[in-house]
T-cell receptor, first 116, second 114 residues
Framework: EPEVTQTPSHQVTQMGQEVILRCVPI?????FYWYRQILGQKVEFLVS????????KSEIFDDQFSVERPDGSNFTLKIRSTKLEDSAMYFC??????????????FGAGSRLTVL | AQSVTQLGSHVSVSEGALVLLRCNYS??????LFWYVQYPNQGLQLLLK??????LVKGINGFEAEFKKSETSFHLTKPSAHMRDAAEYFC????????????FGAGTRLFVKA
């Protein structure tokens, strides 16, 4: 069964360092997403991406965050200068229909980011 | 804006007992509602979805959920819990007003006792 893969599964970094989280979405999906979950809190929407551009982003997704689809298969989330409050589990998801209510997301297993 | 509230961060049931996980939503337009499940070290997986057809929706692994507009609820049930049902369950909502962006609740962790 096709799956979304994420790397790394866990990353520890120092505050102020840049972090890149990588995702390989399902190959025939066209819509891509990043969500995050701070321990014990909600799964929060960060950004959606379609046709090589951001289609929507939340207020969490400030100038420190960026996304890219560099090579047609990978979908990356970059945090330029990490803060303590960026510590969370980051989930990548993809779907083949992001423009209807029946949109079903396929998630990766997540990347746990710990900022010290 | 749409939102979801899941009542109870932890629910514990005995094997064979009824499972009831509560979810209430807020949406200004007809919602689409989902339950996702997350097993340890895995991503979220779709259990079931409501898309304005039948109000009682059946999903995988014997789970079902009923859409009640008057109560703005979409509670998840299973008649008889099994040990393998132990996982975290997320209720989610999307609607046209929100650009079909999926918004998740905080999750409910289900424990199943032998």
């Amino acid at each position: 069964e096709p799956e979304v893969t994420q790397t790394p599964s866990h990353q520890v970094t120092q505050m102020g360092q840049e972090v890149i989280l990588r995702c390989v979405p399902i190959s025939n999906h066209l819509y891509f997403y990043w969500y995050r979950q701070i321990l014990g809190q909600k799964v929060e929407f960060l950004v959606s991406f379609y046709n090589n551009e951001i289609s929507e982003k939340s207020e969490i997704f400030d100038d420190q965050f960026s996304v890219e689809r560099p090579d047609g298969s990978n979908f990356t989330l970059k945090i330029r200068s990490t803060k303590l409050e960026d510590s969370a589990m980051y989930f990548c998801a993809s779907s083949d229909d992001g423009n209807s209510g029946a949109n079903v997301l396929t998630f990766g297993a997540g990347s746990r980011l710990t900022v010290l | 804006a749409q939102s979801v509230t899941q009542l109870g961060s932890h629910v514990s049931v005995s094997e064979g007992a009824l499972v009831l996980l509560r979810c209430n939503y807020s949406s200004s337009v007809p919602p689409y509602l989902f339950w996702y499940v997350q097993y340890p070290n895995q991503g979220l997986q779709l259990l079931l979805k409501y898309t304005s057809a039948a109000t009682l929706v059946k999903g995988i692994n014997g789970f079902e959920a009923e859409f009640k507009k008057s109560e703005t609820s979409f509670h998840l049930t299973k008649p008889s819990a099994h040990m393998r049902d132990a996982a975290e369950y997320f209720c989610a909502v999307s609607d046209q007003a929100g650009g079909f962006k999926t918004i998740f609740g905080a999750g409910t962790r289900l424990f199943v006792k032998a």
